[in-house]
């Protein structure tokens, strides 16, 4: 019995820790792959130190975790004390129910019922920025609140109720009965109470995930982000440190709870002999040694080392004045400008890796040519939906935002778009070529400048499939490949293929040629592998799965993280979907000269360069495409499949675009495309 | 006694009056208003009339199907959570107290590290070229098919919401009368019947909380289904952050409220049965 349960124990903790044991061991991997170990190295820890995003985020979540736990075990202590000593049982019940809500909830609930208040109240008040750090931090408190008092409430119960009675019949104020007597006594509850807030706070993501703004990203929704798009070893190194302190604090203070236990040990020891002199010293005199003996010395009681809880305590204090001190410097300290900037993940070269970090560029440029003192916010997001959510609920503001083309058509026909003041942004008429203006989604070139632009191919690998059956979309529908496809997870991208494929229209406002589309798709779903966007770097770059059609900067990237028995190829099919995402400014920006400024600074040669090789997309910039150094850097097969020679874009792109189409198609094609996916 | 009674009563201060005011406040502006505006939203249109479409909308068999998959794919993983965290809560019980902290410990130290990182580690180990499949290859074993499939949610949910089963159990079995295990044995009572007439009745209370604190974030989770299901593998949570992404309010909050009620109701149900002191989960 025993053996079983120590094997037993043993395996359930294997079960446990063997994913956080994959990801120490891959925050030392030498390549960028998260799947596949090609060597040892500390880069990524290296890495991680250079990235200002995480730590950023890292130093917001910590601000939030620190500030809600102590604002919820300070309301929460003096509630317990409260409902302790409430009388009204009904009052009493009500507010128990109500205290136990968040916990009970699905935090899913909590997060949205919290985001449906924030935005509505926001708009009543006009407010421009509606979900920002107090936002999250009232939704961290509210549910950090029930913690707290579930573990002080007990410690009320427990106590000797006699006890602050005497301590106010010996003449203590209430108040003074409550800090000298009771608080003492459930201090270990209160101590219990903040740490799990604390954590609580730390780790939550599906809460911050609904309640946050741009201005304050906290380390979880970075992650979130950051998992949608191609995970790098940075955020495992992240991990293992953070594993390493929390395993070291843990066992710092199991060591204390063990010397405390040998500490009351041997005070019972000492007392037993104490005792035992005694009864020697009594046998003694009665056996009539007159002389008087002192027991034997007892040992000084030594004072009580401050107990662990005391000293976390004390260290997060410590940590929080340290912190606020340091925000109210950043607040007041120095006139800043924010700028926010809100992107893609991914979308714009960042320092990582010996590359430029544009964004720094720029606040030096700030700095040095226009006296300025600027910071850019730089947050990220995984889709233009996303984008739009944010943009029309007006729960926050951003100053630069980069969506695609039928989402700026979109921006601009609900007038969520500022025009453009071009005479900030004297690059564009230097570099941007003509069949880059006047595009369908901003046909009087008012609202938008481009910033990368490409074309969906065909990603296969060679080692599986069979070079005869490439060529055209026929292949994603191949089931000779059954399982190994790989599909987009969103209803235009996905209905596009099939329409390409049929050669059909893929701005059709026609129900019956949408219905077409589903049947396509509909035949291919048996064979699909999964629905992805991002997950389809892990997938192509290990082999996980042999087909998909995604962009072609996105297929350089994959090239360059391959697994060993993964040969990657690429091709465009006849007919396929063209793109530019471009940089624009949202209504109601708060720094819009500045935002123009950083527009133009986009548009200059080295920064421009420096992302279109940090992102791989094509660049509709002529300072970039005609660049000899670029070209070199890219190599010629990469620029070929960007640029491809004999292809004329201003021709094939008004056809192939995907357009902002009406309501109606909207609502059509995404009740089509739930239909799908919920079809088994 | 009456006297004294009422001498406490006339004491007791302004402090112990009040005290729980801060929070009456902020319960009602931040716990139960929001609620009313998810009740609000569902019941109103894009335009801010009154429907019932949104509602409706949830019994078609689009959203029941998702609804019920999630009650399984939920109703599983805490099954399973349960039969592997009982028996290690109780053994964890058994042992020396030193040892006894050090593994809980052990078991915490997971929950400390951020949940999507330790999913879509999750994800690396059990993928078709993942860690697992790669070392049976080593021994010419074929891969085995996890990813994508429901049983890779089930995993995902067991491996995240495990150690909240067995803490809460852990801390009943704590406190639980050993004599009263070896009263039963003397009894005549055999190793299987202690269990069913005495440990498991004491430990009801843990259960009961463990089970909720399983129950809940795996019927509503997202994340986990989306990095580990399949195509098909929509979970209601997955369903409502989509409507929310998709900017479409007014269903993401008929089917937040629709959840809400059903789980309230089934959670009330469930606590009619233990004592009101639940969600004991520090032991």
Redesign the interface.
Known sequence: MKKF?TF??AL??L??????A??IV?SFNAGAS??TMTGFSFKWYLELFRNSEILGALKNSLILAVSSSLIATV??T??A???H???NKHLRRS??T?????????????G???M??FV?VGGMLGLKTKLNFWTML??H??FN??YV???V??KFKQMDKSLP?AA?DLGCT??QS?FKVQLPAILPGVL?GLT?AF?MSL?D??ISY?TSGIDFQT??VL??SM?KKN?KPT??AL?TI??VI??VM??LS?LE??SD?RIRAKKAKEEKKRQEAILRAQKRRRQGKLQEEQPVSLLARKRRKPSFYLKLVAVICACSIAISVFVAIGLYGEKTLTLNVYNWGEYISDGSEGTLDTNQEFERYCEEVLGKKVRVNYVTYT?N??L??KL??GAVSYDVVIPSDYMIARLASEELLEELDFSNIPNYETCIPEDFRGLYYDPDNKYSVPYTYGMVGIIYNANVVDEADTGNWDLMWNEKYSKQILQFNNPRDAFGTAFYKLGLDVNTTDTSVWDRGLEELKKQ?PL????VMD?VYN?ME???AAIAAYYAGDYLTMVDNQ?ENVDLQFYYPERTNLFVDAMCIPKGAQNKELAEIYINFMLSEEVAIANAEYICYASPNSLVFNSETYKEDMGEEAYEILYPSEFDFAASYDQNCYKDLDKATKEYY?KKW??L???? | MTKAKQV??S??????????????V???L??????I??A??AFTDGDGGFTLSNVTEFFTP?YL??FFRSLKLAFIATLICLL?GY??AY??S?CK??TQ???I??????????????T???M??I?????INSFLGNFGIEPIHI??TETAVIIGMV?DY??YMILPIYSVMTKLDYRLVEAAADLGCNGFQVLRKVIFPLSLSGVISGV?MVL??S??T??ISQ?LG???M?MI?DV??QQ????N?NM??SL?LI??LI??VG?AIVNRYSD??G????P
Not at chain 1, 98 to 110: K, S
Not at chain 1, 528 to 531: F, G, H, Q, S
Not at chain 2, 30 to 35: D, E, N, R
Not at chain 2, 127 to 131: A, K, M
Request: glycine share 4%.
């Open positions: 349960s037993y124990i359930i903790l079960f446990l820790f063997a994913p956080i994959v990801l891959f998260t799947s309301l929460g003096a509630a004390f409260g409902i000593h409430m009388r507010l128990m109500a205290t136990n809500i968040p916990m009970m909830n699905p935090e899913i609930i909590t949205i019922s919290l449906f208040l509505f009232i939704a408190v509210t609140l029930p008092i579930l573990n409430l007990p009675e106010l209430p108040m409550f219990t799990m954590t780790d993501f599906v609904f380390l979880p992650i979130y998992t995970v955020i495992y991990s953070i594993f929390i395993l843990l066992l199991n709870k063990n236990e889709s939906e996303d739009y959510a029309s609920t779903r699909l592998k999964k629905l997950e997938m290990s082999g996980e697994a995404n739930e239909e996916r919920t079809a088994s | 406490k009563k004491n007791r201060s302004l402090l112990q009056r009040y005290a729980a005011a801060p929070h009456v902020w319960s009602v931040f716990v139960i208003a929001p609620l505006f998810v609000y939203y689009t199907k998702i592997l028996p290690i053994f964890i058994r107290p030193k902290r050090a593994l410990l052990l078991l915490m130290l997971p929950m400390w590290m951020n949940f999507l990182i330790r879509y580690a999750i690396v180990l993928q078709d070229t993942g860690i990813l994508g491996y495990l150690p909720t809940v974030p019927i509503s997202f994340y990095k399949g195509i098909d929509l949570g409502i952050e929310y992404t998709a900017s309010y993401t909050a937040s959840l809400m789980l309230l959670l009101s002191d969600g004991g989960m520090m």
